[in-house]
């Protein structure tokens, strides 16, 4: 299964949502490769703390072997490297396909649509990250029409979320399939500085529970919380 995660707006959580879920389906016994398809700043390589890929997509481009130029992460993850500050025009990847070594690549992009139509196109879903300010919702809207007509399989995850408006209210206001909200946590900026994605330091906090629970939905899986986990949530 390829997903690749997209919208219109920067900052939103496209890159730790990719990175942390590629942690849960690990967790999950799946084989997963991460592909960097932000050029412009290629932050899912960075949030890996790889600052120097020694390989990158460019490398794949010039008919290298998949096998030859992703690179292994302690984590369990295999990347394909964006090259930094590369000019590469997005076009030259329509020729790009991946082979079904991995059960599941996560494809991280750029903010612009356009510009990631190639990477949207090898994609079996394509969700939509969006926070839950109004205009980032509203865009997050607009793409979510605008993958529809195109025939793409699509859903919506709101990042960053914090409960000063009610999940029903986001809810009412989209009216778009949700597959899940995932909490503002300052363990996020935390594991960056550490070189792994928070789900894989913190693997009970919060934030990793909802991302699981978002893995969970995406493979179509039923997610059982613990009686603990009820209790804890029943209390707070
Ligand atoms: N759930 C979260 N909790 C706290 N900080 C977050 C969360 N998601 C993202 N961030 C922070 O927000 C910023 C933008 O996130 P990022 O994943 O890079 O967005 P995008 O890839 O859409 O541009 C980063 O500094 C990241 O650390
Ligand atoms: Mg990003």
């Not at 300010?133 to 859903?155: H, Q, Y």
Request: proline share 5%; charged share 25%; aromatic share 12%.
């Amino acid at each position: 299964m390829i997903i690749s995660f997209v919208s219109e707006k920067g900052g939103v959580g496209k890159t730790t949502l990719t990175s942390n879920l590629a942690i849960a389906f690990r967790e999950l016994g799946k084989r997963v490769l991460v592909v960097d398809g932000d050029f412009r700043t290629a932050s899912l390589t960075l949030s890996f703390g790889i600052t120097k890929p020694p390989f990158t997509i460019l490398d794949l481009l010039e008919r290298a072997d998949l096998k030859d130029v992703i690179i292994s992460h302690p984590s369990g993850i295999e990347i394909l490297a964006s090259p930094i500050s590369s000019n590469l025009s997005y076009l030259e990847l329509t020729g790009l396909n991946f082979p079904s070594y991995f059960d599941i690549i996560l494809i991280d992009t750029q903010p612009s649509i356009k510009a990631s139509l190639p990477f949207i196109k090898l994609s079996d879903k394509a969700i939509i990250v969006s926070t839950q300010d109004i205009p980032s919702l509203f865009s997050a809207r607009k793409v979510f029409e605008k993958l529809k007509k195109m025939g793409i399989e699509t859903g919506i995850i709101v990042n960053r979320y914090r409960k000063i408006i009610k999940k029903e209210v986001i809810e009412r206001f989209l009216d778009l399939p949700i597959l899940g909200f995932i909490p503002e946590d300052d363990r996020v900026l935390k594991s960056f500085y550490r070189g792994f994605p928070a789900f894989y330091l913190f693997p009970k906090c919060r934030f990793s529970k909802e991302v699981r629970k978002v893995a969970y939905r995406i493979l179509g899986l039923n997610f059982k919380e613990s009686i603990f986990d009820k209790l804890f949530r029943w209390l707070k």
